[in-house]
């Protein structure tokens, strides 16, 4: 019958977790990032290759890179975790994160004319309502009694 190896001590063990940090890269460069052992985004720095991206590159990027961090984070945890057993909730989600796969980018090229881009000026479309009629002191206010208004 094999040894279980020896439990770690619970303040070394706490203190490599809260240490953990992954940092990822896009293939390109544009994106690097960090997290933490949780996954939670520590560090992100974008470089000037963003310009010549669209919103949507960039989005997909920057998600990319997200989840490889995230993994990366995943399996480190997952090691230090793992002489205390496989099983178990915290077990199953980082196993969970290590096979997440996002969904692919929405096919938007960049030539291609996007509408939703595109910020305009519409105040001058619709003429504002008037303002709701209501009381125009504070006695006529109160005198109203109480208000069974939704926002109350």
């Given at each position: 019958?094999?040894?279980?190896?020896?439990?770690?001590?619970?303040?070394?063990?706490?203190?490599?977790?809260?240490?953990?940090?992954?940092?990822?890269?896009?293939?390109?460069?544009?994106?690097?990032?960090?997290?933490?052992?949780?996954?939670?985004?520590?560090?992100?720095?974008?470089?000037?290759?963003?310009s010549r991206m669209s919103p949507d590159?960039?989005?997909?990027?920057?998600?990319?890179?997200?989840?490889?961090?995230?993994?990366?984070?995943?399996?480190?945890?997952?090691?230090?975790?793992?002489?205390l057993g496989s099983g178990g909730y915290?077990?199953?989600?980082?196993?969970?994160?290590?096979?997440?796969?996002?969904?692919?980018?929405?096919?938007?090229?960049?030539?291609?004319?996007?509408?939703?881009?595109?910020?305009?000026?519409?105040?001058?479309?619709?003429?504002?309502?008037?303002?709701?009629?209501?009381?125009?002191?504070?006695?006529?206010?109160?005198?109203?009694?109480?208000?069974?208004?939704?926002?109350?």
């Open positions: 019958m094999t040894e279980q190896p020896p439990k770690p001590d619970r303040e070394t063990l706490l203190g490599e977790l809260a240490a953990l940090s992954a940092t990822a890269t896009s293939a390109d460069g544009a994106v690097s990032l960090s997290v933490n052992t949780d996954g939670v985004l520590t560090r992100l720095r974008l470089t000037d290759a963003v590159e960039i989005a997909d990027a920057v998600l990319r890179t997200y989840v490889e961090a995230q993994r990366d984070s995943a399996k480190r945890t997952g090691q230090l975790l793992a002489p915290l077990m199953d989600r980082l196993r969970w994160r290590v096979q997440f796969e996002p969904a692919p980018p929405p096919a938007v090229t960049r030539h291609e004319e996007r509408t939703d881009a595109v910020l305009k000026d519409r105040s001058e479309d619709v003429t504002p309502a008037a303002p709701p009629p209501g009381p125009t002191a504070d006695d006529d206010f109160y005198r109203q009694g109480p208000r069974m208004d939704q926002a109350w």
